[in-house]
């Protein structure tokens, strides 16, 4: 509920059914992810995020370091990938070590992703077969596979964007306002930049509201080209395009797609992304 002078909001505690809190502030930002209540507000016919039968197994295992133990692979397109890095310090010759298999999925047996439970786990047998058809030089994925004490399934999932987010006093931010398929290092980068954006907005302008309505114009749109740049497959499209070109393999790729057109799919996703290698000031004060 808002008026003249600020915004109200009640919570109530979904968990344990307790009466939960009322805050009151000069905004509300609603950040609470891809089934975010405060959009269901404002887009009450929505329904459920939108997935397109591509589902994502991840784990990690303690395994023999690979290459120089700060290496990453990726393989395969949008329709079946599998990415490999180390995500732990290297001790003993060995170091935690991520895996993730992205399929896209024609076997009716498994189901598309349940409303309320997004990270579910899921036996060996689900992920192994799938995980086989891939070949990483120097590592056994098999084994890593098999060594993972933990499989979870995740399907990609978004949403389409939004005309706006912003009603008054109250918008969305991050997963709430721009839920999009995790490739190309996104959707929590793009919600840093959100909060960068609605901080500085709120820092300099006259007005909370006015505020808000600056924070959406800028991210508005640069966040919808990347949910829709992502449902290609974002900087990954190369290698998309790639496999279109070449589909039997290749001996030099540049004859299969040039340099200059490699780096114009990955940079012009960098930049479309807003990541850059400037360095961010800091601010005092
Ligand atoms: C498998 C996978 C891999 C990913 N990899 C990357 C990656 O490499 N890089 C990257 O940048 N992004 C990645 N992402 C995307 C990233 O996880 C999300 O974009 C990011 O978490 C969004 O942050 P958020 O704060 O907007 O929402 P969330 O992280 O979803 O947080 C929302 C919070 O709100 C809380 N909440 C929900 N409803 C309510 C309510 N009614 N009241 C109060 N609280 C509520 C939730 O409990 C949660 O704590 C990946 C996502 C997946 C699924």
Redesign the pocket.
């Known amino acids: 509920m808002q008026d003249e002078g600020g915004v109200t909001a009640h919570?109530t505690d979904?968990v344990d059914g307790g009466a939960g809190l009322t805050a009151r502030g000069d905004v509300l930002i609603c950040?609470?992810?891809?089934?975010?209540?405060g959009r269901r507000t404002f887009y009450p016919d929505e329904g459920p995020p939108s997935w397109q039968g591509v589902a994502?197994w991840?784990g990690a295992a303690d395994w023999p370091v690979w290459l120089d133990g700060e290496s990453m692979a990726i393989g395969g397109g949008l329709g079946g990938k599998f990415v490999l890095y180390p995500i732990g310090p290297a001790k003993d010759g060995r170091q935690l070590t991520n895996w993730v298999v992205n399929i896209r999925i024609k076997d009716p047996a498994i189901s598309g992703p349940p409303p309320d439970n997004?990270?579910r786990q899921v036996p060996l047998a689900t992920v192994l077969p799938h995980a086989k058809r891939f070949h990483v030089p120097g590592m056994d994925i098999e084994g890593l596979v098999r060594a993972t004490p933990a499989i979870f399934e995740?399907p990609m999932a978004d949403r389409d964007p939004l005309p706006r987010w912003t009603f008054g006093r109250v918008t969305l931010?991050?997963?709430?306002a721009h839920?999009?398929y995790?490739v190309g290092?996104?959707?929590?980068?793009?919600?840093i930049l959100d909060a960068r954006c609605i901080a500085d907005a709120l820092a300099q302008g006259e007005h909370p509201r006015a505020a808000l309505w600056a924070y959406e114009k800028d991210r508005l749109p640069k966040t919808a080209e990347v949910v829709r740049t992502n449902r290609l497959g974002g900087p990954e499209r190369v290698i998309d395009e790639v496999e279109k070109r070449a589909p039997a393999g290749f001996d030099n790729i540049d004859s299969v797609l040039s340099h200059e057109a490699r780096k114009a799919i990955v940079g012009g996703y960098a930049s479309m992304a807003g990541f850059s290698s400037v360095p961010v000031a800091r601010k005092s004060g």
């Open positions: 919570f979904s950040a609470d992810g891809i089934h975010s209540q994502m991840r997004w990270s995740y931010l991050g997963d709430a839920p999009m995790p290092s996104n959707g929590a980068s793009q919600a």
